[in-house]
């Protein structure tokens, strides 16, 4: 029983203290809301600025991303079909002013984690080095599988490769069928 006359008991106190809310509130303690670590706005220098619009940060809108069932049947049907040895890319012109995109793979691709890091790296591509170089189009990526892991840099090759495809395509479904090019010679 001796052990009990030295414990003290002013610390369970303030802790009772310092729970109230009102008038008896703790003086100390901050009023106001404190912005979370890693939440808020961020400086203008930082990688993860996103603009209102959102099209010009860094960040992957909702408005560039094909976002239904009906929008990815729509592609895949009317679309034109872009094998290349990783991806399979349908295109379609769209009204719109920007592009966007969607991203589909299948579970023969792998487990989660690989269907998922696919998807992050076709989304990257697009986000960062695509989607400033195109208007009006949709485009629907199918990540193939058996073909081994998707890297960035493969990645960013057959999308470009994909699109001039695409692109010379159309320009010369367009051309006046019969007449050659004008030669300068």
């Known amino acids: 029983m001796d052990d009990e ?3 003290s008991t002013e610390s369970n106190k303030k802790k009772a203290v310092a729970r109230l809310s009102g008038q008896d509130a703790d003086q100390e303690r901050t009023q106001g809301i404190i912005p979370q670590a890693g939440k808020g706005t961020a400086s203008p220098g930082s990688q993860h600025t996103i603009e209102i619009g959102g099209v010009t940060g860094e960040g992957f809108p909702r408005t560039l991303r094909l976002l239904r069932k009906t929008q990815f049947d729509l592609v895949f049907k009317q679309g034109n079909r872009v094998p290349r040895k990783h991806l399979l890319m349908f ?4 009204t719109l002013s920007s592009p966007r995109l969607g991203i589909a793979t299948g579970k023969r691709y792998g487990k989660a984690v690989e269907r998922n890091r696919a998807k992050r790296i076709v989304r990257e591509v697009f986000r960062r080095f695509i989607r400033q170089h195109l208007a009006g189009i949709d485009l629907v990526v199918l ?14 090759g057959e999308m470009r490769s994909g699109l001039k495809k695409y692109f010379k395509s159309v320009e010369k479904a367009q051309s ?10």
């Open 5 to 7: 006359k030295n414990i």
């Open 91 to 94: 295109v379609k012109p769209n």
């Open 143 to 156: 990540v193939r599988p058996g073909r081994g892991p998707l890297r960035f840099d493969n990645c960013l």
């Open 176 to 185: 006046p069928a019969g007449l050659a090019p004008d030669n300068p010679d």
